[in-house]
């Protein structure tokens, strides 16, 4: 079909924000006087943060309300552009809204930490513009090659976010490791693609869908190297999301890094990663020769992933770790839906419901750390949050609605999400793995509800400090954006429902 600009409106703009900021902060001249930035050609970090701030809030605002109102208009027919390399139209633009959601969630929680640190802001919310660009393009992605692209577009400059702040060690030592492991993942995922290329012809994920379901289920050269090839792809993405073995990276790299970009890379790159999953391995009925083995691989890194994860976060002292190891356990949890997916697109929508559910929750976590971190003091450990009930009242509630939520307690999404994924098992006849999970779930608890234990139930060690509450308003937008999210669709999940279903129906 000829090539209609409407079904990419959304990129569009989101390129259009990404060159507004970079040319206004390349001629170095304040763009609201009415903030108190001067006229200098030369201003100051700080008129310098807040212009960026202002910048790049506003316009990812109106980026999603384009998403919004373009995508709605075009959900009821679902093409294919620029040969057949993206997906538009259709439910797409429900993950699309999802991931700028969690943008300006980040952008909120961002506004006073780059102050407060003195982060280069600009340069900040332009590598987070690039990196919303990949995941939103990822999302849509119809073509292998697309989709490393992609995948590489999103994760260079969370690379360089990890390590903005220069002067710590720390941070370094993150940013190298995230950048060498994943390098070491895009080649797997490259190294996966050339096998698939090689014994199809072809790039295109449904054309090679198609080949799959042709192939023989008696064992040939065939079927094992067009198998090996989806093993690659499978561990290449797997690094993404952060599923046991290959998730080494990720309690040292959510340490280090600025806390909010942690809360960014730990809803959307997974969102967006599981998404291509989804893509790639939901239908798997159309090959069955690969069925078996791909319901059986999922069940047992989703497992393994779930145990480690919620084994290991039980002795963190460290909060960021904790819910480093916590992600990684999440990550099994939406891997378990992906066992017996084949069978019904209800799975499907489960991981969508759950990946997107997970934004609001560990937005609103990661949001209450940097409403506690003042100067060069940052809330990272379980001492920092001792006793801060008394003090912060507000703070300590959103982190228990958080931590219920995430423990996967009633009436918070996260509760509705577990059963979600449970009764796809079920279903799925996975008894034993359910089983399974559901006594690591329930060990899961033990951490979460220490975090409440130690803001309620303890007294600080030291004075805790006072917090300027007059610049807390975009953090507290974050943390009462989320709150609502988690509470009103854990008591009415219909409407995430509908959204999940809508968007699996474009991916299954």
Not at 99 to 111: D, E, W
Not at 327 to 330: D, E, M, V
Not at 385 to 393: F, M, Q, S, V
Not at 495 to 504: K, Q, R, Y
């Given at each position: 079909m000829n090539f209609?600009p409407?079904?990419l409106?959304?990129?569009?703009?989101?390129?259009?924000?990404?060159?507004?900021?970079t040319?206004v902060d390349a001629?170095?001249?304040?763009v609201?006087?009415l903030l108190?930035?001067?006229?200098?050609?030369?201003p100051?970090?700080?008129?310098?943060?807040?212009?960026?701030?202002?910048i790049?809030g506003?316009?990812?605002v109106?980026?999603?309300?384009?998403?919004?109102?373009?995508?709605k208009?075009t959900s009821?027919?679902?093409v294919?552009?620029l040969?057949?390399s993206?997906?538009?139209?259709g439910g797409?633009?429900?993950?699309?809204?999802a991931?700028?959601?969690?943008?300006?969630?980040?952008?909120?929680?961002?506004?006073r930490y780059?102050?407060?640190?003195?982060i280069?802001?600009?340069d900040?919310?332009?590598?987070?513009?690039f990196s919303?660009?990949?995941a939103?393009?990822?999302?849509?992605?119809?073509?292998?090659?697309?989709?490393?692209?992609s995948?590489e577009?999103m994760?260079?400059p969370?690379y360089?976010?990890v390590g903005?702040k220069r002067?710590?060690?720390?941070?370094g030592?993150?940013a190298?490791?995230?950048?060498?492991?994943?390098?070491?993942?895009?080649?797997?995922l490259?190294?996966?693609?050339s096998?698939?290329?090689?014994?199809?012809?072809t790039l295109?994920v449904?054309?090679?869908?198609t080949?799959?379901?042709q192939v023989?289920?008696?064992?040939s050269?065939?079927?094992?190297?067009?198998g090996?090839g989806?093993?690659?792809?499978?561990?290449g993405l797997?690094?993404?999301v952060?599923l046991?073995?290959?998730?080494?990276w990720?309690?040292?790299v959510y340490?280090?890094?600025?806390?909010?970009?942690t809360?960014?890379?730990s809803?959307?790159?997974?969102?967006?990663?599981?998404a291509?999953?989804?893509?790639?391995?939901?239908g798997?009925l159309?090959?069955?020769?690969?069925?078996?083995l791909?319901s059986?691989?999922?069940?047992?890194?989703?497992?393994?992933?779930?145990i480690y994860?919620?084994?290991v976060?039980?002795?963190?002292?460290?909060v960021?770790?904790?819910l480093a190891y916590s992600?990684?356990?999440?990550a099994g949890?939406?891997?378990?839906?992906l066992a017996?997916?084949?069978?019904?697109?209800?799975a499907?929508?489960?991981v969508?419901?759950?990946g997107i559910?997970y934004i609001a929750m560990?937005?609103l976590?990661?949001?209450?750390?940097?409403y506690l971190t003042?100067?060069?003091?940052y809330?990272?450990?379980?001492?920092d949050?001792?006793?801060?009930?008394?003090?912060?009242?507000g703070a300590?509630?959103v982190?228990?609605?958080?931590?219920?939520?995430?423990?996967?307690?009633?009436?918070a999404v996260?509760?509705?999400g577990?059963v979600?994924?449970?009764?796809q098992?079920?279903?799925?006849?996975?008894?034993?793995?359910a089983?399974?999970a559901?006594?690591?779930?329930?060990v899961?608890?033990y951490?979460?509800i220490?975090?409440i234990?130690?803001?309620?139930?303890k007294?600080?060690?030291?004075?805790?400090?006072?917090i300027?509450?007059?610049?807390?308003?975009?953090?507290?937008?974050t943390?009462?954006f989320s709150?609502l999210?988690?509470?009103?669709?854990?008591?009415?999940?219909s409407?995430?429902?509908?959204?999940?279903?809508?968007?699996?129906k474009?991916?299954?």
């Open positions: 209609d409407i079904f409106i959304g990129e569009f703009s989101l390129v259009a924000l990404i060159v507004i900021l040319l001629m170095r001249k304040p609201f006087a108190g930035s001067s006229a200098e050609i030369t100051d970090i700080e008129s310098r943060n807040r212009q960026a701030t202002w790049a506003i316009g990812l109106i980026v999603a309300a384009v998403y919004f109102i373009f995508g208009a009821g027919e679902s294919s552009l040969h057949d993206l997906r538009a139209g797409v633009y429900i993950g699309k809204l991931i700028i959601g969690a943008g300006i969630l980040t952008i909120l929680l961002s506004a780059t102050m407060a640190q003195s280069p802001a600009a900040y919310y332009l590598l987070l513009c919303l660009l990949g939103l393009t990822l999302i849509a992605a119809e073509n292998f090659l697309m989709i490393f692209l995948l577009m994760s260079i969370i360089a976010l903005l002067y710590n060690s720390r941070v030592e993150s190298i490791k995230y950048l060498l492991l994943g390098g070491l993942s895009s080649a797997f490259l190294l996966g693609i096998f698939i290329y090689g014994m199809t012809g295109v449904n054309d090679v869908l080949h799959l379901s023989s289920q008696t064992v050269s065939e079927m094992l190297l067009m090996l989806l093993v690659f792809i499978f561990v797997a690094f993404k952060s046991v073995p290959f998730h080494a990720t309690p040292d340490e280090g890094a600025a806390t909010p970009v809360s960014f890379m809803v959307a790159v997974k969102l967006a990663a599981f291509v999953i989804l893509k790639i391995f939901a798997s159309l090959f069955p020769a690969f069925d078996p791909f059986r691989l999922f069940a047992f890194f989703a497992l393994l992933t779930i994860g919620n084994s976060a039980i002795v963190q002292k460290n960021k770790r904790m992600s990684i356990a999440h949890y939406m891997a378990l839906a017996p997916m084949g069978h019904n697109i209800e499907v929508q489960a969508l419901f759950y559910g560990n937005m976590a990661f949001g209450v750390l940097v003042y100067r060069d003091k809330c990272e450990t379980l001492e949050l001792t006793g801060i009930a008394r003090k912060y009242p300590a509630a982190m228990s609605v958080a931590m219920f939520s995430l423990g996967g307690l009633p009436p996260g509760f509705v577990k979600q994924i449970f009764l098992l079920i279903n799925g006849k996975f008894y034993a793995t089983v399974i559901l006594l690591f779930s329930m899961a608890l951490f979460y220490n975090v234990v130690v803001m309620y139930m007294e600080p060690e030291a004075e805790v400090a006072n300027d509450k007059k610049s807390m308003l975009p953090v507290w937008l943390l009462g709150t999210f988690i509470l009103i669709l854990g008591i009415l999940p409407p995430l429902m509908e959204w999940s279903l809508e968007w699996a474009m991916l299954f």
